[in-house]
């Protein structure tokens, strides 16, 4: 009952944002998600469209009429897919051996690689946000555990731009210049993004700011769900709310 509980929160979640243009959550963006979920998840919606992601397939439904969703397209996936985000017109899904870039017609147009890990990938401004972790569940620690930064201003040739160690890190969020990643035993983690272009090489620079006055090292967290200075963090034994609206952000409590 536990874990049937805390799934329907987060696809409460997720029907909520619909029709909320504008959002930068974990599973929203500034022109293309209509929804708001965790950067695990396997499901998204855009516009009148609803997107879900399994072991084999990238599956599309019209839900227009959503008592009566209809299968449109269905196309095969490399064997280890893991989540899936919605961004502007394409979906990014963030695999163990890489990041795979699709278009709404479920064609795949780009892809980056990176070492063996398991994979959340989130985006906002032109920018994804990737953890990679090497843990158990990613082929006996072959990968890597770091934070990358790539540069999707051309969805067919993402660049990567930034990579940052991390300790074990899992879920992430972002929602403007606050950016949260669930580090493992390291705990929650806030970062403050500073995105700077140079127009003379046209090149993007992030910065992340380690904020520790904000974070908590205390939380080990699974995934995080960032919107409007509400974040929603799962673990493995409750979900619980903060608000970050100003920092230090406050403990809301466990969600009842």
């Known amino acids: 009952m536990r874990q049937m509980y805390v799934t329907m929160i987060f696809i409460a979640l997720l029907v909520s944002g619909c029709g909320e243009a504008g959002s930068s959550g974990a599973s929203a963006s500034d022109a ?16 009148n469209k609803l997107y879900t992601l399994n072991d084999r397939t990238i599956n599309a439904f019209d839900i227009e009429d959503p008592t009566l969703p209809m299968p449109e397209i269905s196309q095969p996936v490399p064997f280890d897919a893991e989540t899936l985000h919605a961004y502007k017109n394409y ?13 709404q017609s479920l064609d795949q147009v780009a892809k980056f690689t990176h070492l063996r890990s398991c994979d959340p990938v989130v985006v906002q401004d032109d920018l994804a946000y990737v953890t990679l972790n090497s843990g158990n569940g990613c082929h006996l620690d072959s990968g890597e555990n770091s934070l990358q930064v790539l540069d999707v201003k051309d969805p067919l040739k993402p660049v990567l731009i930034k990579t940052k160690n991390m ?18 035993a390291g705990g929650l983690k806030l970062f403050d993004v ?17 904020n520790r006055a904000s974070s908590r090292a205390d939380i080990d967290c699974y995934d995080v769900i960032a ?10 034994k ?19």
């Open 238 to 256: 409750d979900v619980r709310e903060f608000d970050y609206t100003h920092l230090p952000m406050v403990d809301l409590g466990v969600i009842q």
């Open 32 to 47: 293309g998600a209509t929804g708001v979920g965790g950067s695990r998840t396997r499901f998204t919606i855009v516009g």
């Open 167 to 184: 300790f074990s890190p899992s879920g992430l969020g972002i929602d403007g210049k606050n950016l949260f990643v669930c580090d493992g």
């Open 227 to 236: 919107h409007k200075g509400l974040l929603v963090v799962s673990n493995r």
């Open 91 to 103: 979906l990014y899904v963030g695999a163990e051996t890489g990041v795979y870039i699709y278009d």
């Open 194 to 210: 500073n995105v700077t272009e140079n127009n003379e090489t046209n090149k993007t620079a992030v910065a992340l700011t380690f």
